[in-house]
C-alpha cells in the first residue's frame, strides 16, 4: 500500500504516532503541535525543537525564487512554529542535500538568506549537514524557549473562546496560484509568498492572553480543525469575517478561484489563529495588536462548520481539489 | 562554479562559515564538532545537537537494506556523534522526504529500525516533519546532554596524547565494496555496514580521561586529520598498528584493495578515536575496556604521517581514488 492509497499523509502521521512511544517525564508535548516541548533544569522554562523540510519544486522554486529568498523563507517558517508555541527562537541548524552541479553561490545566498532572517531575531546558526543529494532539499531544526507560564498549545481551547487571526489571509496562495498560471504577480502578492514574514512580536506580546494557538501554514480550515480536534471542541467560522486583501480577491477573479479558499485551503501565510476569551480582546486592544474576529469555539457536538457567504452552513473541510496534497508535520 | 570545480565539500564549508556568525554567550562550540555545545541553566550541563541527512543510493540503499535496518543505521550513527562528545542522547526528530509511491509498510518499518535504537539508549522520538520527495532522504536531528567535566572535543589534544581507536576498522566499507561488487559478504560485514552499533557506552566511560574524541564516520585518516586541524597539532599514525578483522583482509584480497585503506579512507566504523594521555591508559584498562594505540599527537611542525607496513613516512590523506568523494558536516 502506497502512501497516497494509504490514506494520505494524515492515516501515515497515525501509523507512525502508534509505534513511538513517548519516554521520560522530561517531555511536555511531543508529537502534535507545531514544536516539541521539553523541561529543562529551570521550572520557569522549556526548550523547544521545531523541523520543517523543504523541498524543490514543492515548497520553493528555483526559477521564480532567488536562493537569498528561499533561505528567508526556510528560516521565517520554522521561527513562525516556536512563535506560535509562545516561546522565541534561539539556535538554527541546517541540513542540506544537494547535486553536485548545484552552484556555489547559490549556496552561499541560500546561507545569506538563513543568516538575514536569524539576525532579525537573534537566532544564531550552529551548523549542520550538507550531503550530496538528488534535488535541493533543505531541512531546518530551530531550538526555542518559553516561559512556562506563556506556552501556548493546540489543545487550550476552550468552548466560548473567540477564534481570532493576526492578519490578512490566502496571499501567499494566491501569489503562488497567479505564478503557476503564468500570469502578473503583484509585488505585494509576491513577498507574502516569497518571502512571508512571521508574527513573532505579535505572538509574544499576545502569548499570555490567548488559550490556543498555531501558526497558518496549512490554511485556515486546516488549522482550525487541528486545535478543534486537540482541545476536542466544535468551531464555527463565518466566512464573511476572513480578512482577505484586494489583491488576494483580485487574484480569484483573474483565475476564476472563490479567493476565500486561498484563505481557507491555500496555506503559507504565517500568520497566527489563536483562541481567546472574550473578555481578555481588551488587552490586545490596548497593545495596539491588529486582529480579526473570524468566528468561535463551540460544543464538540456542534462539529465544525463554515457559514459561507451566502449564509449556508457547510462542514469545514481540510482540503480543496485546487490545492495540492501535501504531507506534514507528524 | 558548481560544488564539485569550488574545491568540494571542505572549500564549501569554508565559505558557509564565513557568513555564519556566532551570537550569543550561550554557545560552547558552534560549527565544527561532531555536536553543537549550548549552555543550559545549569552550569554542569550543556546541550548537545547534531543533525544528519542521509539519502538514498548515497548513504543507504533499498535494495541491500531493509527500511528496519535503514532505521536503525540512521539513528545510530546520530548517536555516535553525541557520544564522541562524552555525552548522553535523549529526544530524536525525524525529517522525512519521500516519494508518494514509497509504501506505507516501509516507512512504518523505518520506525521501527529507529525506535529500536532509541529504546536502546533511553531515547525519545518526538516528531518531525513528513514531506513529499523526489527519493528517500531522512534527516535526523538529536539532542543530548553532557556533564560540562566529561565535553570531549576535536580540538583538546595535546602533543604527547596517544592516539587510539575502540576497535577494527574497515569492516563497513568493506562490506560495501563487495556489496557494489556483487560479491559474497559476511554476516560479520553485513552487520557492521547495515546495522553498527555505536560506542556510547564506552564514551560514556572513557569520556572523564580522554583529551579529544570524534567518532568515525569517514575514515580514520580523515577523523586524525580533523583533531589535528582543530587541536593544531601534528600526527603519526602506524600502519602496523590499525586494527583489521580478519574479515576486512580477505575483502581486500577479493577486490585486490589494500584491506587498510578500508580503515583510513572508508567511514562509517562509528568506532571512536580519541586522545589521551599515556599514564590514564591503565583507568581504561582498570575498567576493561578494550583499545588500539594506533599513534601519537606531535608538534604542529612534524605534519600529519603514516608509517606505512614497508617502513615508509608518507602524508596522512584524506582522501582515496576508490571512495567517492562525500560532503560532509560543517
Given at each position: 500500500m502506497?502512501?497516497s492509497?494509504?490514506g494520505?499523509e494524515?492515516?501515515l502521521?497515525?501509523?507512525?504516532?502508534?509505534?513511538?512511544?513517548?519516554?521520560g517525564s522530561?517531555?511536555v508535548?511531543?508529537?502534535?503541535?507545531?514544536?516539541?516541548?521539553?523541561?529543562?533544569?529551570?521550572p520557569?522554562?522549556?526548550l523547544?525543537v521545531?523541523?520543517?523540510?523543504?523541498?524543490?519544486?514543492?515548497h520553493?522554486?528555483?526559477e521564480?525564487s532567488s536562493?537569498?529568498?528561499?533561505?528567508i523563507?526556510?528560516?521565517?517558517?520554522?521561527?513562525?512554529?516556536?512563535?506560535?508555541m509562545?516561546?522565541k527562537?534561539?539556535?538554527?541548524?541546517?541540513s542540506?542535500?544537494?547535486?553536485?552541479?548545484t552552484?556555489?553561490?547559490?549556496?552561499?545566498?541560500?546561507?545569506?538568506g538563513?543568516a538575514e532572517?536569524?539576525?532579525?531575531?537573534g537566532?544564531s546558526?550552529?551548523?549542520?549537514?550538507?550531503?550530496?543529494?538528488?534535488?535541493?532539499?533543505?531541512?531546518i531544526?530551530?531550538l526555542?524557549?518559553?516561559?512556562?507560564a506563556n506556552?501556548?498549545?493546540?489543545?487550550h481551547?476552550?468552548?466560548?473562546?473567540?477564534l481570532?487571526?493576526?492578519?490578512s489571509?490566502?496571499?501567499?496562495?494566491?501569489?503562488?496560484?497567479?505564478?503557476?498560471?503564468?500570469l502578473q504577480?503583484s509585488?505585494y502578492?509576491?513577498?507574502?509568498h516569497?518571502?512571508?514574514?512571521?508574527?513573532l512580536?505579535?505572538?509574544?506580546?499576545?502569548?499570555?492572553?490567548?488559550n490556543?494557538?498555531?501558526?497558518i501554514?496549512?490554511?485556515?480550515?486546516?488549522e482550525?480543525?487541528?486545535?478543534?480536534?486537540?482541545?476536542?471542541?466544535?468551531?464555527?467560522i463565518?466566512?464573511s469575517?476572513?480578512?482577505?486583501?484586494?489583491f488576494?480577491?483580485?487574484?480569484g477573479?483573474?483565475?476564476?478561484?472563490?479567493p476565500?479558499?486561498f484563505?481557507?485551503?491555500?496555506?503559507?501565510?504565517?500568520?497566527?489563529?489563536?483562541?481567546?476569551r472574550?473578555?481578555?480582546?481588551?488587552?490586545?486592544?490596548?497593545?495596539g495588536?491588529?486582529y480579526h474576529?473570524?468566528?468561535?469555539?463551540?460544543?464538540?457536538?456542534?462539529?465544525?462548520?463554515l457559514?459561507?457567504?451566502?449564509?449556508?452552513?457547510?462542514?469545514?473541510g481540510?482540503?480543496f481539489?485546487?490545492?495540492?496534497k501535501?504531507?506534514?508535520?507528524i
Open positions: 502506497n502512501i492509497d494509504g494520505g494524515f492515516a502521521i497515525e501509523r507512525i504516532k502508534k509505534l513511538i512511544s513517548i519516554m522530561e517531555v508535548v511531543g508529537i502534535g503541535d507545531d514544536a516539541a516541548v521539553i523541561k529543562t533544569k529551570s520557569n522554562e522549556y523547544l521545531t523541523t520543517d523540510t523543504l523541498v524543490v519544486g514543492q520553493f522554486h528555483t521564480w536562493a537569498r529568498k528561499i533561505g523563507k526556510c528560516a521565517e517558517c520554522n521561527v513562525s512554529d516556536i512563535a506560535a509562545g516561546g527562537p534561539t539556535f538554527l541548524f541546517v542540506l542535500a544537494l547535486p553536485w552541479e552552484q556555489v553561490e547559490w549556496v552561499e545566498e541560500l546561507y545569506h538563513l532572517v536569524c539576525e532579525r531575531y537566532v546558526i550552529l551548523g549542520g549537514d550538507t550531503t550530496q543529494g538528488p534535488a535541493e532539499i533543505i531541512s531544526t530551530l526555542g524557549k518559553v516561559d512556562s506556552l501556548c498549545l493546540r489543545n481551547a476552550q468552548q466560548g473562546d473567540l481570532v487571526v493576526t492578519g489571509l490566502g496571499a501567499s496562495a494566491a501569489g503562488l496560484h497567479l505564478q503557476k498560471s503564468n504577480v509585488p502578492l509576491q513577498k507574502r516569497l518571502t512571508p514574514h512571521c508574527r512580536e505579535v505572538a509574544q506580546k499576545i502569548a499570555p492572553f490567548v490556543a494557538m498555531i501558526d501554514s496549512d490554511g485556515l480550515a486546516s482550525v480543525n487541528h486545535i478543534c480536534k486537540k482541545s476536542k471542541t466544535g468551531a464555527l463565518y466566512a469575517k476572513i480578512p482577505l486583501h484586494d488576494v480577491i483580485s487574484a477573479e483573474k483565475l476564476r478561484l472563490n476565500l479558499d484563505a481557507l485551503y491555500g496555506g503559507e501565510d504565517f500568520e497566527l489563529l489563536f483562541s481567546i472574550p473578555e481578555k480582546l481588551t488587552k490586545l486592544d490596548n497593545m495588536i491588529q474576529v473570524v468566528g468561535k469555539v463551540t460544543d464538540p457536538n456542534d462539529g465544525r462548520y457559514i459561507t457567504m451566502a449564509g449556508e452552513k457547510v462542514e469545514l481540510t482540503s481539489h485546487h490545492f495540492k501535501r504531507m506534514g508535520k
